[in-house]
């Protein structure tokens, strides 16, 4: 993945967790949120089927994403299940797998822990890089694995916010 630059104009301040925007030199950025429902009847969208997410129409400027994670919206019966998420250059951004029985409603989280294990996992442990896409590029998510008879459906959401110009 490239480096990620911030416009030098551009300093960032603590989120507003009134408001869900982080306040960036007087300008408010709102944190977006993408969602898409994956149905694991490979009938319907075939294994490895990536469908776009976040169009590169939203990223003029680069992403940072603060959570992608999946909700159960059909129990799952099956073995393996696995939803990639990745950025446009193929460099992956998610795996979520549910688990067999999963239950309506159920959170399946990337990362052991949610929030920090996600930026954990990417930075080796060792600082807190978080998911950034370079600009231009879009995100997009496919049912990267899936077994014989498998029934269920995730509803995949990416909460990020998009970099403002220096304007």
Do not use: R
């Amino acid at each position: 993945m490239a480096d990620f630059t911030v416009p030098a104009s551009l300093k960032g301040t603590a989120a507003n967790g009134v408001t869900g925007a982080a306040a960036i030199e007087g300008k408010i950025v709102p944190l977006q949120c993408a969602m898409l429902e994956f149905d694991f009847d490979e009938s319907k969208v075939p294994v490895a089927t990536y469908l776009k997410m976040i169009p590169a129409s939203l990223n003029k400027n680069g992403l940072i994403i603060v959570s992608i994670k999946g909700f159960v919206t059909e129990i799952f019966s099956g073995t393996t299940f696995v939803i990639t998420v990745n950025d446009e250059d193929n460099n992956t951004l998610a795996t979520l797998t549910p688990a067999d029985s999963d239950d309506v409603g159920e959170l399946v989280k990337f990362g052991a822990s949610g929030f920090t294990a996600e930026w954990e996992a990417l930075a080796d442990n060792s600082d807190y890089t978080g998911h950034m896409v370079t600009e231009g590029l879009y995100v997009d998510a496919a049912m990267t694995t899936a077994t014989a008879a498998v029934t269920g459906k995730l509803l995949v959401v990416i909460e990020f916010y998009a970099i403002p110009s220096a304007e």
